[in-house]
Structures are given as C-alpha cells and as structure tokens.
C-alpha cells in the first residue's frame, strides 16, 4: 500500500489489508485558515500532512501498515474568519464527516484512526476530543495526540508553550523545513516580535484574533523562525504519533 492512501488503486488497499492485522490510516487535520502575512492558508494542512509523513517509515519499521489519507482542509477556525482567506466550517459539520470517515475505514478492516492534527483554534481542539471518543465507542481505536494538552506540549518549544504560537517561530520554522517555497521570506524578516499568548487570550474569553492582540493574523517571533528547528519539531510530533497508535492498538488501548 502506497503511503499516500488515495493514489493506491483499490486492490492495493486490499492486500495490505488482507496480510496486516494492523492497518493504521493517519487522517490529517488542517485548516484553511489566515496565518500571518507570511505564511500560506494551508499552514496546517501541510504541517499535519508532513508530521504523518516522518511518523510512516517507522511505523512500517514498527510492523504496522499505515498509509496517510487525504487531508481534512475545511474545519472550525473562528478566531481566523475575519481574515480574507479563512474557511471556516461548524463543529457539527467537521465532526459528521470524521464519524462517517471512521466507520467507513472500520467497515474495510483498518485497526487504528490516526488524527495527525495541528490546528488549535479552541473549537477545532474541542471537536477532534468529542470525536476522538465517539468513534471509540463504535468501536475503531483512535490515536490522537493531544499537543495543546500539559504533557505534550511540554515536548515542544519554548514559543509552543507560551501560547503566542500561531504563525510564528514554531509554525514559521515547520512551514521553512517542509515548504519554504511558500514564505515569503522578505516580508517574514519584516514582522515584529508579538508575544501576545493566544491561550490566555482564549481563556480571557477572546473571541477573534484581532482581540488576542494578533491584528494581522501571527503570534509569537516568526522572525526567529529557522529550518532546524521545523525539523526538529517534526521529529517529536511524529514520535508522539507514534506512541498514540502504540497504546491504541495495544490491547488494553484505547485509553489516549
Ligand atoms: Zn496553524
């Protein structure tokens, strides 16, 4: 089976199927949304789809046949949608389309969902935690590694961690390692430093961008931003990919 799911010809799906008790299929959650004025709409499609993409050689190392699916690229991102460019779909839609997605790969044979998700607009987090556990109760184990919770944020940077994180360092340098024809470069070394965190501002009860002190859709240093780092952090999102579809397909699974 091909890595990219939708360009295998259906036999292909077949036999991985047939000869692997571990069929995993990474689903990877993104978003249509503004991110900064440097920074492409499909910021979190491409940094979901790369995190699969490092996460699938060594789970094939591991035994596992994984393939990455299409892209989920329409999901809820309200802080953004005064921003030219967002897209931005309800919770109930979103959440509709991932149950029917689940069953549709349960029904076929896959063991594991694997939601590779890198969009953290509240709703967006929210909606993926409630789907999480409803798919899993029709019976599909889900591996969803939560990075907006304590103990897997703390595996990512100092910038993650503070909250003013969306189009900055931390995205800026993933977008740089993994598609660095798509920032525009000149007008990324331009942006001034914006440490307004984007968690306090949520739980303060902001409602848009604009009022969490982000008028032009970045938090955080996106000059600061390099390639080692995208790399780097790459690396670890993977990793905790990886070990989420560990405890889901464990047999006493099901519980992260
Ligand atoms: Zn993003």
């Given at each position: 089976?091909?890595?990219?799911?939708?360009?295998?010809?259906?036999?292909?799906?077949?036999?991985?199927?047939?000869?692997?008790?571990?069929?995993?299929?990474?689903?990877?959650?993104?978003?249509?949304?503004?991110?900064?004025?440097?920074?492409?709409?499909?910021?979190?499609?491409?940094?979901?789809?790369?995190?699969?993409?490092?996460?699938?050689?060594?789970?094939?190392?591991?035994?596992?046949?994984?393939?990455?699916?299409?892209?989920?690229?329409?999901?809820?991102?309200?802080?953004?949608?005064?921003?030219?460019?967002?897209?931005?779909?309800?919770?109930?839609?979103?959440?509709?389309l991932?149950?029917?997605i689940?069953?549709?790969?349960?029904?076929?044979?896959?063991?594991?969902?694997?939601?590779?998700?890198?969009?953290?607009?509240?709703?967006?987090?929210?909606?993926?935690?409630?789907?999480?556990?409803?798919?899993?109760?029709?019976?599909?184990?889900?591996?969803?590694?939560?990075?907006?919770?304590?103990?897997?944020?703390?595996?990512?940077?100092?910038?993650?961690?503070?909250?003013?994180?969306?189009?900055?360092q931390?995205?800026?340098?993933?977008?740089?390692?993994?598609?660095?024809?798509?920032?525009?470069?000149?007008?990324?070394?331009?942006?001034?430093?914006?440490?307004?965190?984007?968690?306090?501002?949520?739980?303060?009860?902001?409602?848009?961008?604009?009022?969490?002190?982000g008028?032009?859709?970045?938090?955080?240093?996106?000059?600061?931003?390099c390639?080692?780092?995208?790399?780097?952090?790459?690396?670890?999102?993977?990793?905790?990919?990886?070990?989420?579809?560990?405890?889901?397909?464990?047999?006493?699974?099901?519980?992260?």
């Amino acid at each position: 089976m091909k890595a990219a799911f939708a360009e295998n010809a259906w036999p292909a799906v077949r036999d991985a199927l047939k000869t692997s008790r571990n069929a995993v299929a990474i689903l990877p959650c993104g978003a249509t949304e503004a991110h900064g004025p440097h920074l492409p709409l499909n910021t979190d499609v491409i940094i979901s789809e790369t995190m699969a993409a490092h996460a699938l050689p060594l789970l094939e190392r591991r035994g596992y046949a994984a393939t990455i699916l299409p892209a989920l690229a329409y999901m809820p991102a309200e802080y953004a949608q005064a921003f030219p460019g967002t897209v931005t779909v309800s919770a109930a839609a979103a959440k509709a389309l991932m149950l029917d997605i689940a069953m549709s790969l349960k029904a076929q044979g896959f063991a594991c969902l694997a939601l590779a998700n890198s969009h953290f607009d509240p709703a967006n987090v929210a909606m993926l935690r409630e789907t999480a556990e409803d798919i899993r109760k029709r019976g599909l184990p889900v591996a969803f590694p939560d990075f907006t919770r304590r103990k897997l944020a703390q595996t990512l940077t100092e910038e993650f961690q503070s909250g003013a994180c969306h189009a900055g360092q931390y995205e800026t340098s993933l977008i740089m390692a993994a598609r660095p024809d798509l920032v525009d470069e000149t007008g990324r070394l331009h942006l001034k430093d914006n440490p307004a965190s984007l968690t306090d501002a949520f739980a303060k009860g902001a409602r848009t961008f604009a009022q969490a002190g982000g008028p032009d859709a970045y938090f955080g240093y996106p000059r600061n931003a390099c390639t080692a780092e995208g790399k780097e952090s790459f690396r670890v999102m993977a990793s905790a990919l990886i070990d989420a579809i560990d405890i889901a397909t464990s047999p006493d699974g099901q519980r992260n």
